[in-house]
Each structure stands twice: as C-alpha cells, then as structure tokens.
C-alpha cells in the first residue's frame, strides 16, 4: 500500500487546508479527463477522501491503514455520487432559473446535509449501543431454558454495530463524493454576462 502523503506530494505535518490545495494541484494532471490514468486517479482520489478529514487522517495517522481499497472506494463513490446527482437534476430541472444557480455548491452542501445525518444517527446508535450493553450487565437471570432477554440485546447489539460499520463506509464514501466534486466549477457569472 503506497503512503497517502507521498501520493499527494505533502509531509505528514501538512494541514488540512494544504492537503486540499496538493489535491487540487495533482488533479490537474492525473485526472483521467486530462490524459492521468484512472489508478493513479484512484490513489489519489482515496488520499485526499481519508487525509482530507480530520478523523480518517488521524486514524490514518495512527494505524498506516485505512478502510476501503482504492478500486472498492472508487467505484462506490461514483455510483453514489450518479445517484445523488440524478436525483438533484430530478428534483431541480423544472426550475426556471436552473442556469443562474451554482449546481455544484449545491450538491457539495446536499451531500454535507447527509453526512450530517448521518453523523447524528450514528451517534445515536452509539449511545444506543452503550445503553444495551448496560442493560446486559445488569441482567441476571434465574430460569433454566435460554435467557431470551439476552438474545434479544444481543441481536440489537448486533443491529448498532451493524449500522456503525454501515454508517461510517458510507461517510467514507461521501466524502469521496465532495472530493470528486472539486474536479467541477459552474460558472454562473457566464450566464449572468449574456
């Protein structure tokens, strides 16, 4: 696995602000649009995603590993981000005024939407997950068949850790989206000079 930093060009006591402005630098020349291989592409695309976030920077930083590989990342960020994307242009073709606005602002402010979502589920089960485990070290049972209370917070145990796990690829994989999104600009003053 190649060093994320190397890939952007940067030393590990980079800020976040210059991870972004490498990212923006080295995507001029190895997006696949402008003659960059789609691998290199990928690796960068996967560095800039997990050192771009002050979380998967520092368990990047920590660990040397993070959670997706780069051929899985990539794929699952461009079919989210088509998803997304066509349920934007769904939603906001009959609007009138569609050329005046800043489409990709948007949709970076949409997907920022339901990584907070879902950092606040997430959350949630978390707490939820706490609580269970509370209750089952609390719970004491007598009977001789099985302890159907057990199983069942065992299968909700099972459930948060569950959607934790889901939760917290499917941040990854937003991210990703935000990243593939600088690649873009809408260029409203355009219209606003014709």
Known sequence: MKDLYQILGIDRTSTIDQIKLAYKE???????????????????????????????????????????????????????LASIFANYLEANL????????????????????????????????????????EMKRRLKYNGEKENLLEMIL?????????????SEEEIEILRGCKAFLMDYQFDVLMFLTQ
């Open 94 to 133: 009959k609007n009138t005024e569609i050329s005046k606005i800043n489409h990709i602002e948007l949709l970076k402010s949409q997907i920022e939407y339901i990584i907070s979502d879902l950092v606040k589920k997430h959350s949630k089960f978390f707490s939820d997950a706490k609580q269970i485990a």
């Open 154 to 166: 065992n299968e909700r145990m099972r459930r948060c850790e569950l959607f934790k796990k889901e």
């Open 26 to 80: 080295k995507v001029k020349t190895l997006h696949p649009d402008k003659g960059g291989s789609e691998e290199e592409f990928i690796e960068l695309m996967t560095a800039y995603s997990i050192l771009s976030n002050y979380n998967t920077k520092a368990e990047y930083d920590r660990t040397g590993t993070y959670a997706l590989s780069n051929v899985e990342l990539y794929g699952k960020v461009v079919k989210k």
